[in-house]
T-cell receptor, first 111, second 109 residues
Framework: TQLLEQSPQFLSIQEGENLTVYCNSS?????LQWYRQEPGEGPVLLVT?????EVKKLKRLTFQFGDARKDSSLHITAAQPGDTGLYLC???????????FGGGTRVLVKP | DAGITQSPRHKVTETGTPVTLRCHQT?????MYWYRQDPGHGLRLIHY???????DKGEVSDGYSVSRSKTEDFLLTLESATSSQTSVYFC????????FGPGTRLTVL
């Protein structure tokens, strides 16, 4: 059973469209992280959100942490083919210094 | 992060054989982790280390052991490989922010 549920599992859109990926949990985390992974490589950190209600922007990517620090979303505006990849959310709990990962959302942006 | 390397990058082995995967870091991370990645499961923690010779189990530790004799190196051993251990294995270092190696694709026939 996944402690972090990501939805959808797969998303295929046309270039220029918007998309949102959701990450939900029944647990409270110290922080919530989003990683992006390309084929044949390890995940790379995109952003960390720490405060409930926090919103962070990274160019066309907007990340939001829920008020209760249990859920998060990633919104991409005007998606580009370069946004194609596997997006992973991960919750960090300071006790034990461990990350719990969601199942991932595979995003395909077609030109 | 170029500071974490894994070897081998690809391996094919037979059921019942022992396999050791190596992770080497140059970033002086105290914490290091081994994950496996399977479709639909994201990354699942196998074992982790919080210092030299200090290790603990993750959520999917059965059939795996680890060793850390020095800060730079973290080894993952499959004592007797099974087909269910066919997966992509990632090593990572860090704490609240983790930096991942490029992965090892292991196939157990």
């Amino acid at each position: 059973t996944q402690l972090l549920e990501q939805s959808p599992q797969f998303l295929s859109i046309q270039e220029g469209e918007n998309l949102t990926v959701y990450c939900n949990s029944s647990s409270v985390f110290s922080s919530l992280q989003w990683y992006r992974q390309e084929p044949g490589e390890g995940p790379v950190l995109l952003v960390t959100v720490v405060t409930g209600g926090e919103v962070k922007k990274l160019k066309r990517l907007t990340f939001q942490f829920g008020d209760a620090r249990k859920d998060s979303s990633l919104h991409i505006t005007a998606a580009q083919p370069g946004d194609t990849g596997l997006y992973l959310c991960a919750g960090f709990k300071a006790a034990g210094n461990k990350l719990t990962f969601g199942g991932g959302t595979r995003v395909l942006v077609k030109p | 992060d170029a500071g974490i390397t894994q070897s081998p990058r690809h391996k094919v082995t037979e059921t019942g054989t022992p396999v050791t995967l190596r992770c080497h870091q140059t970033e002086n991370h105290r914490y290091m982790y081994w994950y496996r990645q399977d479709p639909g499961h994201g990354l699942r923690l196998i074992h982790y280390s919080y210092g030299v010779k200090d290790t603990d189990k993750g959520e999917v530790s059965d059939g795996y052991s680890v060793s850390r004799s020095k800060t730079e190196d973290f080894l993952l051993t499959l004592e007797s490989a099974t087909s269910s251990q066919t997966s992509v294995y990632f090593c990572a270092g860090g704490t609240d922010t983790q930096y991942f190696g490029p992965g090892t694709r292991l196939t157990v026939l």
